[in-house]
């Protein structure tokens, strides 16, 4: 196992627990900008998971859409 498959096997379930805890915020969110901060964390966790899965797979297409989503999450 190298250091490479220690972080994936590490960043996956963080990310993950990360994802549902922003949309039980979001769901739950007292107020609109609650929600906006939990929907844009959401994305940017997304974005996370996208490259992730990229590097432990050795797809470097991926990581264009990431940008992608990032460019657009931006607006």
Do not use: K, N
Not at 57 to 72: F, K, M, N, R
């Amino acid at each position: 196992m190298t250091v490479q498959d220690l972080v994936v096997y590490v960043a996956f379930p963080l990310l993950t627990i990360a994802v549902i805890l922003a949309f039980v915020r979001l769901v739950r969110g007292p107020t609109l900008p609650d929600r906006v901060v939990a929907l844009d964390l959401i994305a940017t966790l997304m974005i996370g998971i996208i490259a992730i899965y990229a590097i432990a797979t050795d797809e470097p297409v991926l990581l264009g859409l990431a940008i992608v989503l990032a460019l657009i999450s931006f607006l």
